[in-house]
């Protein structure tokens, strides 16, 4: 269903997605963090929504919409590493570290951080290039965001 996409993902210079592609490529890492626990609650998936509407002016039948076809691509999308180095390729680095916050949101949206989100997190961060302290201060944006 997104072998075309994917194909154009791993060109070996795949250039800046265009904003629907890249949409669908930062929805599928949610999705993909979300799962990574063995759990994916319906917490996290309202929260993906959430977030998908908010950062991309959606509104809640679309961000849903976009959530359905990112669940689908992370089903079908490679290892997470070249997954997630070839959306560094294509995507800039502030949309990259607005990305970091919204995958803290994804973590903490079931009141719970598990070791294999925290971890998985952690390992995007350094695969978007998305520096330690950037990565930090999302986390801190998030709680608060959250707490508040």
Known sequence: MFADFLSRLF???PGRLPDDDARLALGALLVRLARADGEYAHEEAERIDRILAARYGLSPADAHALRLRAEALEAEAPDTVRFTRAIKDAVPYEDREGVIEALWEVVLADG???EAEDGLLRLVANL??????????????AETRRNA
């Open 128 to 141: 978007l290039g998305v520096s330690d302290r950037d990565s930090a201060l999302a986390r801190h944006r």
């Open 11 to 13: 060109r070996p210079d």
């Open 112 to 114: 719970v951080r598990d």
